[in-house]
T-cell receptor
Framework: AQKVTQAQTEISVVEKEDVTLDCVYE???????LFWYKQPPSGELVFLIR??????QNEISGRYSWNFQKSTSSFNFTITASQVVDSAVYFC???????????FGGGTRVLVKP | NAGVTQTPKFQVLKTGQSMTLQCAQD?????MSWYRQDPGMGLRLIHY???????DQGEVPNGYNVSRSTTEDFPLRLLSAAPSQTSVYFC??????????????FGAGSRLTVL
């Protein structure tokens, strides 16, 4: 069975601080996908990134960066120079290579104070 | 392009009542699924479909029914509502092939309260 753990339930930072969200996963599959989704206070779910298990390169997109380490089964997400608009719940998720069945972590609520 | 449309956005039911949450997508996605979101538990898969006429159970299917007669529509039926089904429900769809494989597009969500 697949499992995703986001140990941090809530993180509070002051604007311009960096914040790192941890994600640890469990799977027996050799090929899989990892995801991050953002859920702002308005409630919709916004796709941020998908990472294939064969691609361990770190990725940067603006102020967002992701660190995938297969050796520790982790896929951490860092927001650099946080802004108030980054306040949201962030979900890490895992799926097999085939199909659209995602297993989600419990989510981490990020509160960025001005 | 509307994406994934869910209705209703809000619903209050009494215990024992039945209802259907509607979901429609206009992206010609093969895969569709229903998740429920509860505090601290993330999203959990209720039912999913890999194409018209094909459905299967997810992690928490009890008390829910689905059918998929067309590619576009994937309604979720609550047979006899219980307070434990109070939740926010999300419908999602995705392609099966690259480059967007497994990237879910979600509807706006439906908040259901069962009294």
């Amino acid at each position: 069975a697949q499992k995703v753990t986001q140990a941090q339930t809530e993180i509070s930072v002051v604007e311009k601080e960096d914040v790192t969200l941890d994600c640890v996963y469990e799977t027996r599959d050799t090929t899989y996908y990892l995801f991050w989704y953002k859920q702002p206070p308005s409630g919709e779910l916004v796709f941020l990134i998908r990472r294939n298990s064969f691609d361990e390169q770190n990725e940067i997109s603006g102020r967002y960066s992701w660190n995938f380490q297969k050796s520790t089964s982790s896929f951490n997400f860092t927001i650099t120079a946080s802004q108030v608009v980054d306040s949201a719940v962030y979900f890490c998720a895992l799926s097999k290579a085939a199909g659209n069945k995602l297993t989600f972590g419990g989510g981490t609520r990020v509160l960025v104070k001005p | 392009n509307a994406g994934v449309t869910q209705t209703p956005k809000f619903q209050v039911l009494k215990t024992g009542q039945s209802m259907t949450l509607q979901c429609a997508q206009d992206m010609n996605h093969e895969y569709m699924s229903w998740y429920r979101q509860d505090p601290g538990m993330g999203l959990r898969l209720i039912h999913y479909s890999v194409g018209a006429g094909i459905t299967d159970q997810g992690e928490v299917p009890n008390g829910y029914n689905v059918s998929r007669s067309t590619t576009e529509d994937f309604p979720l039926r609550l047979l006899s509502a219980a307070p434990s089904q109070t939740s926010v429900y999300f419908c999602a769809s995705s392609y099966s092939g690259s480059p967007g494989a497994n990237v879910l597009t979600f509807g706006a969500g439906s908040r259901l309260t069962v009294l």
